[in-house]
C-alpha cells in the first residue's frame, strides 16, 4: 500500500532500487548514501538473489546498516576485495549505480575532470573504474541535481564511461558487452529505450516524480529527450518499503543528501 | 640461513635515484607505507615517476616537488574524495599524468609482473581514456573472432614500497588486511621491493592458516623496515593474526592536512609542523605512537 508521508531522497531511493530488478544474481554496487540504501532495498524486497558487499571487502546476505560505530552484529557471506570485484566485472556479472556529473544523449558519463585534460579548470575524480566498468557489465546513472549542467548540450568534457555514440567505437571493438540501463534524477526515471532518426538508444522520460512535468525536466536537459508512451508517475514508496530504509538508515543519513531535504510529493509552486 | 633484510627507511632512501619509477602499494587512505614515503620526502630526490592507487602519499610527494609523472587510476582520500595537494598539482598543470582505469593499471603492473610487453583488454576503449593516454595502441586478435583489443602496456617499477603487518629479516611477510589491495602486484612489477611492517621478527615460523596470510614470496623483497605505525595517517586494519585490529586512518590529522592545500605556503608550514627528521619526530609530533596504534577503524 502507498503511503503519503516520504520524502524525495524516500522516492529516489525507491526508484534506484528498482535499476536492480530482474537483474540475476549480479554484484550490485550502489556508490553514496542513496544509491547504498537502494541496493540494500533491493535485495531485501524484489532481487535477494543480488550480492553486495558491506561497503569494504566482504559479501554480505543482509545489508549493513549506515552510520554503525562498529562491526557488531555484522556476519559475512563471502570474500570480495577489489581484486575480485575487477575479475566479477570483467566477466560481466556486476550492476553499477554510479554518480556522474555530466551526461550526455549518448549516455557517455564524466567524472574526471571540467575542461581540458592537460590543465584542468576543475580536477575531479578522474577515470577511476568508469572505462572498465562500462564496456563490461550494465550501468545505471544517479543525478540528484537535473540540470543542463550535468545533461549537456555536446558531449561530455572527458568520456569516462561508453555510451550509444557510434563515431566513438572503433572498428572491431566489441559493444555488445555494454548497456546502461536507467537515470534516476530528482525529477524523473529515464531509460535508454528512445528511437530518432540518428539513435537506437535514445533517451527517454519514463516516470516523472510526482508533481514534475515532461517541460520541466525537458528545459533542464541540454539536449532533446524522447517521452515514452506509457509515461507514468513514478511510484510511490510503500510502507514496506519505507520500514525498510528506516532500518538500513536509522540515522537519517538519507534526510542530508538533498539540499533542504525536501518531500516526495511536491508542494505545488515550489522551483526544482 | 644468514639471510637478513633488515635495513631503515634512510638505508631504503639511499637505493632510491632521481628519475626512478616507483609503484607505492595499499589504496587511497589505507595501507600506504608513509614512514618510507616520508623519508623520501625528507631527501633530496626528484623527478620521480610515482604509480599506484593513490592518496596523501601522491598528494605529499606531489606538494614537496619530488614528482615528475604520476601513473594512477585515482588519487584519493575516500571521506574526501580528491586528493587536495593531487588537484593542485593537476590544475596547475605542474606534473604529468597518466590517468587510467583502476582495473586497467592493475592490468598493467600484471603485463610488468609476467614480463610482457602488454595484456590486451577492452578496458578504455570507446572512451577518451585513449585520447588522454595517446600512447597507448590497439591490437587486433589474431583469432577468428578478429576482435580489437587495447594493449595495456607494462608498468615497469625499478622499485614498488609496500606496508604490510609482520615481517621476518628473510623477507618473509604477513598481511592480515581486509583487502590485500593490489600489493602483490607491485611487488611482481618491480625490479626490487621494500617493505615496512608494523612488527620485526627473527624468522616466522606459523601454522598454515597464518602462512597463507602471505601476500608474496620472500624473493621479491630486497629490504624490510620495522615501523610500527608506518601508515600513519593512513589506515592499517588488521582482521587476524597476532597484532590485534590494526589502526584506523587519522581523520582529524587528514583533514589538518587537507586544509593546508587551502593555505598559500601551507605545505611548508605541513612539513615542518610535522615531517620532522625522523620517524619518531614525526610520531610524536601527530600525538605519539599510543595514539596512532589505537585509532579506531573506519565503519562503512
Known amino acids: 500500500m502507498a503511503t503519503t508521508e516520504f520524502s524525495l531522497a524516500e522516492l529516489l531511493i525507491c526508484a534506484c532500487a528498482d535499476v536492480w530488478r530482474e537483474e540475476g544474481e549480479v554484484l550490485a554496487t550502489g556508490i553514496g548514501i542513496i544509491p547504498r540504501l537502494a541496493q540494500g532495498l533491493a535485495k531485501l524486497s524484489h532481487s535477494p538473489e543480488l550480492m553486495i558487499t558491506d561497503g569494504e571487502a566482504y559479501l554480505t546476505e543482509e545489508p549493513v546498516t549506515l552510520g554503525a560505530r562498529n562491526h557488531d552484529g555484522r556476519s559475512y557471506a563471502g570474500w570480495m576485495p577489489y581484486s575480485r570485484v575487477f575479475d566479477a566485472l570483467w566477466r560481466g556479472r556486476r550492476h553499477a ?19 581540458d585534460y592537460a590543465r584542468p579548470k576543475r580536477q575531479l575524480l578522474g577515470l577511476r573504474g568508469f572505462p572498465g566498468n562500462s564496456i563490461n557489465h550494465a550501468n545505471s546513472f544517479f543525478v540528484p541535481n537535473h540540470s543542463r549542467r550535468a545533461f549537456v548540450e555536446g558531449e561530455v568534457d572527458v568520456v569516462c564511461s561508453v555510451g550509444y555514440r557510434k563515431d566513438r567505437w572503433p572498428e572491431g571493438v566489441r559493444s555488445d558487452l555494454m548497456r ?77 543528501q538533498l539540499k533542504d531535504n525536501p518531500p516526495g510529493i511536491r508542494v505545488a509552486g515550489s522551483a526544482a | 640461513m644468514s639471510l637478513n633484510k633488515e635495513t631503515t627507511a634512510a638505508g631504503v632512501v639511499a637505493q632510491l635515484r632521481d628519475g626512478m619509477t616507483i609503484g607505492i602499494g595499499g589504496w587511497g587512505p589505507r595501507r600506504k607505507p608513509m614512514s618510507l614515503v616520508r623519508e623520501i620526502l625528507r631527501s633530496d630526490l626528484k623527478d620521480l615517476t610515482i604509480v599506484g592507487y593513490g592518496g596523501a602519499d601522491m598528494g605529499m610527494l606531489c606538494a614537496a616537488g619530488k614528482v615528475k609523472k604520476l601513473i594512477y587510476g585515482f588519487v584519493s582520500l575516500d571521506f574526501i574524495p580528491l586528493e587536495p595537494f593531487f588537484r593542485k598539482a593537476r590544475e596547475a598543470g605542474g606534473v604529468e599524468a597518466m590517468e587510467l582505469d583502476e582495473g586497467l593499471l592493475h592490468w598493467g603492473l600484471r603485463a610488468a609482473a609476467m614480463r610482457l610487453p602488454f595484456l590486451p583488454t577492452r578496458t578504455g576503449l570507446a572512451t577518451d581514456l585513449v585520447t588522454v593516454n595517446p600512447d597507448l595502441r590497439t591490437v587486433r586478435s589474431p583469432y577468428d573472432d578478429g576482435e580489437t583489443l587495447l594493449a595495456m602496456p607494462a608498468l615497469n617499477l625499478d622499485v614498488a614500497l609496500l606496508h604490510v603487518h609482520r615481517a621476518d629479516r628473510l623477507g618473509n611477510t604477513r ?65 587476524g593474526g597476532a597484532d590485534g585490529s590494526g589502526y584506523g586512518w587519522d581523520a582529524a590529522h587528514l583533514k589538518r592536512y587537507c586544509a593546508a592545500a587551502e593555505e598559500d605556503g601551507g605545505w611548508q608550514r605541513y612539513a615542518e609542523e610535522f615531517l620532522g627528521a625522523d620517524e619518531t619526530a614525526y610520531q610524536q609530533a601527530v600525538g605519539g605512537l599510543d595514539h596512532i596504534v589505537s585509532l579506531p577503524r573506519q565503519v562503512f
Open chain 1, 97 to 115: 549505480l554510479v554518480g556522474p556529473v555530466q551526461v550526455d544523449r549518448w549516455g557517455q558519463a564524466n567524472i574526471a575532470c571540467i575542461g
Open chain 1, 180 to 256: 546502461i540501463h536507467r537515470i534516476v534524477t530528482n525529477l524523473c526515471v529515464m531509460d535508454f529505450g528512445g528511437r530518432s532518426a540518428d539513435s537506437e538508444h535514445a533517451i527517454r522520460v519514463i516516470s516523472l516524480h510526482p508533481g514534475v512535468s515532461f517541460d520541466e525536466v525537458q528545459a533542464a536537459t541540454g539536449f532533446e529527450l524522447q517521452r515514452a508512451d506509457d509515461i507514468a508517475e513514478t511510484a510511490h514508496p510503500t510502507e514496506a518499503q519505507l520500514e525498510i530504509i528506516r532500518r538500513l538508515d536509522p540515522k537519517d543519513l538519507r534526510a542530508r
Open chain 2, 175 to 239: 598481511l592480515y588486511a581486509p583487502d590485500p589491495f593490489f600489493d602483490e602486484w607491485f611487488a611482481r612489477a618491480a625490479e626490487r621491493s621494500y617493505v615496512s611492517c608494523e612488527t620485526l621478527v627473527d624468522r616466522l615460523d606459523s601454522d598454515e592458516a597464518d602462512a597463507r596470510c602471505n601476500p608474496f614470496e620472500r624473493s621479491l623483497v630486497a629490504g624490510v623496515v620495522e615501523a610500527r605505525g608506518g601508515a600513519h595517517p593512513t589506515s592499517n586494519v588488521a582482521t
